[in-house]
């Protein structure tokens, strides 16, 4: 049972590009909800899909913005990066009505802007 | 949600019971305590979680104090594995949102 898959693993890009991030959720869930983690801080959150609609933001421009598949998929597109973009990106994937409602991380996508 | 408060990191031997608090006072009647933690170069890790009672699973046990006010987490006999950062966070259940507040939380070292 594959759990949370990301690629690329790590991503080198320069100031003003854009980037795209993408999540394979494990098997079996249908939501997906994306973190930003910049060095010795914790992960925060980015948003979140379900039914190929963000449900859920956190506090992050419209620089931000991402899709998901009828598969559940998902990508991450970051437009205009800044230096301040430099982090790890996680995907979490869980199942709607969940008693336990926790979440599956994948490794993340260690993203560097020069 | 409620924020927490940990302590920024604690040591503890190998083989001992590894004891890691939270405060989070201002926590609601709706929301549960969830912990994760994150071992270097990975994504964050489900332990364990509760609303009132203690909990206890394969990898840890969850005590809640009756005012709900703070909780400890409990590795029973640590290993080198379970060095890692572990978050304490609470949550309003069951709404389908999945939009945790992770804070820094506390550095675990696990000493041979």
């Known amino acids: 049972d594959a759990g949370v898959t990301q690629s690329p693993t790590h991503l080198i890009k320069t100031r003003g590009q854009q980037v795209t991030l993408r999540c394979s959720p494990k098997s079996g869930h249908d939501t997906v909800s994306w973190y930003q983690q910049a060095l010795g801080q914790g992960p925060q959150f980015i948003f979140q899909?379900?039914?190929?609609?963000?449900?859920q933001r956190g506090n992050f421009p419209d620089r931000f913005s991402g899709h998901q598949f009828p598969n559940y998929s998902s990508e991450l597109n970051v437009n205009a990066l800044l230096l301040g973009d430099s982090a790890l990106y996680l995907c979490a994937s869980s199942l709607v009505g969940t008693e336990d409602e926790k979440l599956f991380f994948g490794s993340g996508t260690q993203l560097s802007v020069l | 949600d409620a924020k927490t408060t940990q302590p920024t990191s604690m040591d503890c031997a190998e083989g001992r019971a590894a004891n890691l608090p939270c405060n989070h006072s201002t926590i609601s009647g709706n929301e549960y305590v969830y912990w994760y933690r994150q071992i270097h170069s990975q994504g964050p890790q489900y332990i364990i979680h509760g609303l009132k009672n203690n909990e206890t699973n394969e990898m840890a046990s969850l005590i809640i104090t009756e005012d709900r006010k703070s909780s400890t987490l409990i590795l029973p006999h640590a290993t080198l594995r379970d060095t890692a950062v572990y978050y304490c966070?609470?949550?309003?259940?069951?709404?389908?949102?999945?939009?945790?507040?992770f804070g820094t939380g506390t550095r675990l070292t696990v000493i041979p």
């Open positions: 899909y379900y039914e190929e609609e963000e449900r």
């Open positions: 966070i609470v949550r309003v259940a069951h709404t389908g949102a999945n939009n945790l507040f």
